[in-house]
């Protein structure tokens, strides 16, 4: 089955994912599919849980370029070692499309993941080199986590926000009235019993 960027609303967004456990044909399938699904949506990072997936690994091209393959990375099992001081910015979202709102973030971050061929790398990152991958990293981290960026914004950005948030979440109940979209128990059962 096609993969698709899941709205607000979907649970899987919502989910605390599981680690991967083996690196596959099915995830090397799944990590190019969202390759080409971020390209298309103009996006720079996309984790597992926004396509359904519960599991633990997301993906970057800051470009946003798909001509600039050696941009792209994948992130495997990422813990984020340390963080230290602080930086706020805009952020936006694929699973939000159209809402930005600030978000304040660590300004350095060291991470550690697997890459698909199973070699495990570290990186620091600064906000003070590039703002920019340090939010993305902890912003795709976050999603595996089942934290979204709405919940890191201020209590008045949010409140701001608050009418668009609840339009995300009529749309996608919407759809599921329509039967466009699968049942929330079905959906779960699908999370809870994905494959490993």
């Not at 979440?169 to 599921?176: G, I, K």
Request: aromatic content about 8%; hydrophobic content about 40%; proline content about 4%.
């Amino acid at each position: 089955m096609a993969l698709e960027i899941v709205k607000y609303g979907h649970p899987a967004l919502r989910h605390k994912s599981t680690p991967v456990t083996e690196i596959n044909s099915e995830l090397r399938k799944a990590i190019s599919e969202m390759f080409e699904l971020m390209y298309a949506a103009k996006g720079i990072g996309l984790a597992s849980n926004q396509v359904a997936i519960p599991r633990q690994f997301f993906i970057l091209n800051l470009t946003g370029d798909a001509a600039e393959k050696d941009e792209e990375v994948v992130f495997i099992n990422p813990v984020i070692l340390n963080r230290k001081s602080s930086c706020e910015g805009e952020e936006g979202c694929l699973s939000f499309p159209g809402l930005y709102g600030p978000v304040k973030r660590a300004g350095e971050v060291i991470i550690e993941a697997f890459d698909l061929d199973g070699n495990c790398f570290e990186m620091t990152l600064s906000a003070k080199e590039d703002d920019l991958a340090v939010r993305a990293v902890q912003h795709e981290s976050d999603h595996l986590d089942g934290m979204l960026f709405i919940d890191r914004m201020t209590d008045r950005a949010r409140k701001e926000r608050q009418v668009e948030i609840d339009q995300f979440e009529q749309d996608f109940l919407a759809r599921q009235a329509a039967g466009e979209i699968e049942s929330m128990d079905v959906l779960k059962r699908k999370l809870a019993t994905w494959p490993n």
